[in-house]
């Protein structure tokens, strides 16, 4: 039977953490990504010879417009000592997510019509702003870093995105939008801050797609 996890205790922050960014990855889009509002229950169920299997209530809000929240049930299964197995997660959303498909065209035909392809970095600045410009390359990041977080959480890992360091559009032939992304993603556990590398495509009909990612070492500036 699954047992209830107290609220405060990390390993119900960690699964949360896991499962809105699995779903923000699943669900955003430039014009939206998905934060973890409030985490309601948390019951976790140890499968024998399988893993930990946690089972969540959570309330998501929209980065851009914290009143617009949707309620959720998710499923995290940390599998047992294999590290090469992302954790499974599935959920189900208790209503609609805001449409976004106006800001979604709109970013998309603006970086289409650029005549160079865009360069930016220090997303948000020191003082943790964002240009309205950034906000959906940000978004992007935000959605991409989901999938970073996904494959790569453990039951001891909280991860975060802390800021994009550098991004650089790529030159496409097709009617994809390609970035290449270096992020920091921060653990909320280890308190690590960790460089990671990211490729990025993006259609407003078929989403974000991370077709390539790397932990880089510490050291790496710029």
Not at 50 to 61: A, P, R
Not at 134 to 158: D, H
Request: net charge negative.
């Amino acid at each position: 039977a699954a047992m209830e996890v107290p609220l405060s205790h990390g390993l119900a922050s960690r699964a949360a953490a896991l499962a809105t960014g699995y779903l923000c990855y699943r669900r955003g889009s430039p014009g939206r990504g998905l934060a973890l509002r409030s985490l309601r229950r948390a019951r976790r169920q140890d499968i024998d010879d399988v893993g930990h299997k946690y089972y969540l209530e959570l309330e998501l809000e929209d980065v851009l417009d914290k009143d617009s929240t949707v309620n959720c049930t998710a499923e995290v299964l940390y599998h047992l000592g294999n590290k090469n197995i992302p954790p499974d997660v599935q959920f189900t959303l208790d209503g609609e997510l805001k449409n976004t498909d106006e800001a979604d065209n709109i970013f998309y035909n603006r970086i289409k019509s650029l005549e160079k392809e865009l360069v930016a970095e220090n997303i948000p600045d020191s003082h943790g702003n964002v240009p309205p410009e950034m906000e959906p390359i940000r978004l992007l990041a935000w959605v991409a870093s989901g999938y970073v977080i996904w494959q790569n959480s453990t039951e001891n890992t909280k991860f975060q995105l802390a800021q994009i360091k550098h991004v650089k559009q790529v030159k496409r032939s097709d009617e994809y939008l390609e970035f290449d992304y270096m992020i920091l993603l921060h653990d909320m556990v280890s308190q690590e801050i960790i460089p990671w590398q990211m490729t990025v495509l993006w259609h407003p009909q078929h989403g974000v797609q991370v077709t390539q990612d790397s932990r880089q070492p510490k050291h790496v500036s710029g």
